[in-house]
């Protein structure tokens, strides 16, 4: 089922939470939305869901406009930031929630809670108290209890931004295969510019309100349209009114017609990555990205002064 | 040597304020045996005194119980004008005399109040008589239920109930299911509590009662009408009643803590999963 937003305005008081945004989420696809605290986007995902009404505009689930129908009446699994789990109620308990608010048979409940247990990796784990589950794990269940009732649409909000770094890598990828086997349309909220790019194939940036781009990784990448959106996925230099990415400052050994000459503040070795803090003759910094191999080919150590080139590069009105 | 002296100091302190009396009063009550005790309690009015408290508690405490509850979900959940007004409200009780809530119900609702005329032009009496002593009572206990549940509502958030509300609970069924059982403890806290005020009632209802013996005495009333008159043995054994029953609604409370204390152990330790199950059952 499509997710499709059209023309939505919604006010906290004097601040404008979101302002005119138009969204179509493809049926099946795994979207997500990127934007820094505070630019709207957990917003946005509420309206989609009912638990917050826009000021004006439309939300539509598979063609149908559910602007004015309630939560439990738009087809849609939430999983909230903190698993917003039953702490009252078991594991299965949870995951049975949706199933026993529809009244189903008793062995459909449990055969489809053991199903879901299983597609999360919690079957063990069924007669535990959300208190005894770690961070991960909680999680799980709460995305198993909304899929219970087979959601038109799935929401994620932040959903990994409570865990640690190597818990939300491993959830990624394992959502990521999810939805290879699930084909829910999936649209999550992230600040995380790489989790973002690293499980979708469509990303929407947001900043103040508003929808800043949509387009794939490469797309925002390459072709970023606004300064906002250049800045905010992936890395970059600020030279002079120019925008020019890391790998586009390259390191010569010798020096040509365009290049310019650059002292060498700081040499990164990040593995297979080397990262050159630079300082430029007229003032401004900026970071270089190199391979291993050429930053061992130019012998770079800090305090030389090199040729640089700066490649590509873009001005934003 | 410090704690010790700080031990002594606290328990020291309880025996003077609270072991010595009501250790007297067990003594002097069972002076002479069990045998006067017995006919001291059974006299008819020391058990309709001991009924009309029963029933004041009956009365009060689920009214209470279900407006805290109420008053509490409106005062965390909803967003209106008059919230912080309603939030002031509810600690009047604590914060204003019994004896003065007692003279302002007679003032509304006796002889010559606002009220009290026209409800008596329909037959109607409200002091002197239960209903007046039901309203003292309850005013009195009002604040326990809501004071207790608004930190744990506040604490639970809105996002287990908007997660039901996502997997498609209407709002009665997220209430019952979700917010009741959530802050359970609280409420069951509060109803102890308001139960414990309710039964040692003495002030407002002492107004608004006109003390008829056999008629409008609750307990507490009782024991002060047989000390001064000098039937120290029926005050003695209806103290001991009421006391009894103040210390068993303490027992309770006690029991509960410690269900409780279990309850968010077996939250840390997995291999008690089923005895905890057993205590939400």
Known sequence: MAIEVHDVHKRFGDFAALSDICLRVEPGSLGAVLGPSGSGKSTLLRVIAGLEQPDSGRVLIGGRDVTREPPQRRGVGFVFQHYAAFKHMTVRDNVAFALRIRRRAKPEVLARVDELLALVRLEGLADRYPGQLSGGQRQRMALARALAAEPQVLLLDEPFGALDARVRAELREWLRRLHDEVHVTTLFVTHDQQEAMEISEQVVVMNEGGVEQVGTPRELYEHPRTEFVMSFVGEVNRVGERFVRPHEVQLLPQSDAGSREGFIDRVLHLGFEVRVGLTLDDGDQVWSQTTRERADELELEVGQIVPVRLGGGRVFA | ?281
């Open chain 2, 1 to 281: 040597m410090r704690r010790l002296g700080l031990r002594t100091v606290a328990l020291g302190y309880l025996l003077v304020l609270l072991l010595a009396p009501v250790g007297v009063i067990f003594w002097r009550t069972f002076e002479h045996g069990v045998g006067p005790v017995w006919s001291a309690i059974t006299a008819p009015d020391a058990m309709h005194a001991f009924w009309l408290s029963l029933t004041l508690v009956a009365v009060a405490v689920p009214l209470n119980t279900l407006f805290g509850i109420a008053a509490a979900i409106a005062i965390v959940r909803h967003r209106f004008p008059g919230r912080w007004l309603l939030s002031g409200l509810i600690d009047v009780p604590f914060a204003i005399s019994p004896v003065v809530i007692g003279l302002a119900l007679v003032l509304v609702y006796g002889h010559g109040g606002w009220l009290g005329d026209w409800l008596a032009g329909h037959g109607i009496r409200i002091i002197f008589s239960t209903p007046g002593m039901v309203l003292a009572t309850a005013f009195v206990s009002l604040p326990f239920v809501a004071r207790e549940t608004v930190p744990v509502l506040r604490e639970l958030g809105t996002d287990p109930e908007q997660a039901a509300a996502t997997l498609g609970a209407s709002p009665a069924q997220t209430f019952w299911r979700i917010t009741l059982p959530a802050i359970r403890w609280a409420v069951i806290y509060g109803v102890v509590l308001t139960t414990a005020r309710a039964l040692g009632e003495f002030g407002a209802v002492s107004v608004v009662s006109g003390k008829v013996a056999g008629q409008t005495e609750t307990l507490p009333l009782f024991v002060q009408d047989q000390f001064e008159n000098y039937n120290t043995a029926g005050a003695y054994a209806a103290a001991l009643v009421l006391a009894t029953l103040a210390i068993l609604t303490l027992v309770a409370m006690n029991l509960l803590a410690r269900l409780r204390r279990g309850r968010s152990a077996t939250d840390a330790t997995p291999t008690r999963a089923t005895s905890t199950r057993a205590v939400t059952a």
